[in-house]
């Protein structure tokens, strides 16, 4: 006779209570929708009207988990502190941390404004230090979190152009290495996801800066510059980046700490 183990009934997640910042669009969304699907409830963050965030809530609530959403902005620190303090205080806790929100800024560096560096290292560096650093005894404590990093294939190597972006995603991994020693010994892992180019608004935003920035046109961008990178001549989808969250927020992410995972497409492999 062959013994059969019984099934959980429980979704992998069920019980977990996961931050997306940036959870309204692209890739936090694809994040969020992975562990959404997988039982976890969800804080969402992040910009956009009452109606699409309201349309996220409903989406990921068929899920059967507990959605909300906290619009703190986090190119101010107390807002990136706020979001974590308000999660434990109304969900007694918090496992998963997905460190996603950024944004995007293309020009020469002679040109660059410093306005924008500043914001570019306000919300892709510092915010991810803010939360972590809010969220990090009670990860301990408990002897469980996930902290994921959303860096990019720019936090393993440079374009030209991007000087904040390269600059911040560049800190990210080195942040998200010194985080993994501090939480190792405490079941709190920390991983850099590192997407190559993946169709969002954040892309199609930078179509004609780099256009601008490089006097060509943009099909030319899209071609010679995104695809050129990317040695399988497509763009990753937010899902592929959801998948890889997903498996690292599991049982089979447990060792895997300190890490910076390309979704690439082969693009750092050069
Ligand atoms: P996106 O523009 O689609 O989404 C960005 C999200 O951040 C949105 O939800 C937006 O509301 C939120 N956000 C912006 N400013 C904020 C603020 N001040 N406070 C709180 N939230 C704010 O972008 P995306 O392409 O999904 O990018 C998500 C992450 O992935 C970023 O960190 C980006 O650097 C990284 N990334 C993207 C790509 C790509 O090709 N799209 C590649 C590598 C890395």
Known sequence: MIATAARSPLPPLAGRVAIVTGSTSGIGLGIARALAEAGADIVINGLGDADAIAAVRSELAAYG????????????????????????????????????????????????????????IALNLSAAFHTIRTAFAAMKEQGFGRIINVASAHALVASPFKSAYVAAKHGVLGLTKTVALEGAEQGVTCNAICPGYVWTPLVENQIADTARARGIDREAVIRDVLLAAQPNKRFATVEEIGALALFLCGPGGASITGAALPVDGGWTAH
């Open 65 to 120: 988990g507990t959605i909300a959403w906290n619009g703190a902005n986090l190119l101010d620190p107390q807002g990136a502190v706020a979001l974590v303090t308000e999660t434990i205080g109304v969900f007694g806790r918090v496992d998963i941390l997905v460190n996603n929100a950024g944004i995007q800024h293309v020009s020469p560096i002679e040109t660059f404004s410093a306005e924008r560096w500043d914001a570019i």
